[in-house]
Antibody, heavy 120, light 110 residues
Framework: QLQLQESGPGLVKPSETLSLTCTVSGGSISSSSYYWGWIRQPPGKGLEWIGSIYYSGSTYYNPSLKSRVTISVDTSKNQFSLKLSSVTAADTAVYYC????????????WGQGTTVTVSS | EIVLTQSPGTLSLSPGERATLSCRASQSVSSSYLAWYQQKPGQAPRLLIYGASSRATGIPDRFSGSGSGTDFTLTISRLEPEDFAVYYCQQYGSSPPSYTFGQGTKLEIK
């Protein structure tokens, strides 16, 4: 059974870089036809797609975040990672990783989510 | 960028009733690229419907999706107690390649 688990610091200072990793277990990140994505949800608000990556390294980013986002993949560790630079309080959210049946199959397997707070 | 607007914001119904949730797009969306999710408090979203009308694995047949162009609907035929949650629609657009979500509809017990 495929499982995804987010990990990383729960507290990040303003202007610094948020870094999270998603570890995939029970399956290979190198599966064809699937991308791997990051989605976030600010407290009490809706969902926002951040970006998605294929195991080859091909990426798609939310245009509104593109200048600050880098998503990378490490197939040897079955992991993919998110870096979001120059964070502000507006980046405080629950961050989810998910398997992305690109483009139209939806995000069918999700991690449990990890809360990241931006505060000094 | 395509904007998805969901209505109503909150829907109050009783178990056993039929729920109809709407998702309207600011411009035409390929039916192949429209999905619906359910989210309960403290949990990750769960994929219900993809391709506008295909149920995801393990989703009960009381959930159905329909629509095309700019208007899409999620219908829950007979509400079960576990169906009360927030529902989001999502679309994929290719110019530029990106996903957007609607703002959500909260389905609450009346």
């Amino acid at each position: 059974q495929l499982q995804l688990q987010e990990s990383g610091p729960g507290l990040v200072k303003p202007s610094e870089t948020l870094s999270l990793t998603c570890t995939v277990s029970g399956g290979s990140i190198s599966s064809s036809s699937y991308y791997w994505g990051w989605i976030r949800q600010p407290p009490g608000k809706g969902l926002e797609w951040i970006g998605s990556i294929y195991y080859s390294g091909s990426t798609y980013y939310n245009p509104s975040l593109k200048s600050r986002v880098t998503i990378s993949v490490d197939t040897s560790k079955n992991q993919f990672s998110l870096k979001l630079s120059s964070v502000t309080a507006a980046d405080t959210a629950v961050y989810y990783c998910a398997r992305n049946d690109f483009p139209g199959g939806g995000m069918d397997v999700w991690g449990q989510g990890t809360t990241v707070t931006v505060s000094s | 960028e395509i904007v998805l607007t969901q209505s109503p914001g909150t829907l109050s119904l009783s178990p056993g009733e039929r729920a109809t949730l709407s998702c309207r797009a600011s411009q035409s969306v390929s039916s192949s690229y429209l999905a619906w999710y359910q989210q309960k408090p403290g949990q990750a979203p769960r994929l219900l419907i993809y391709g506008a009308s295909s149920r995801a694995t393990g989703i009960p047949d009381r959930f159905s999706g329909s629509g095309s162009g700019t208007d899409f609907t999620l219908t829950i035929s007979r509400l079960e107690p576990e169906d009360f949650a927030v529902y989001y629609c999502q679309q994929y657009g290719s110019s530029p390649p990106s996903y957007t979500f609607g703002q959500g509809t909260k389905l609450e017990i009346k």
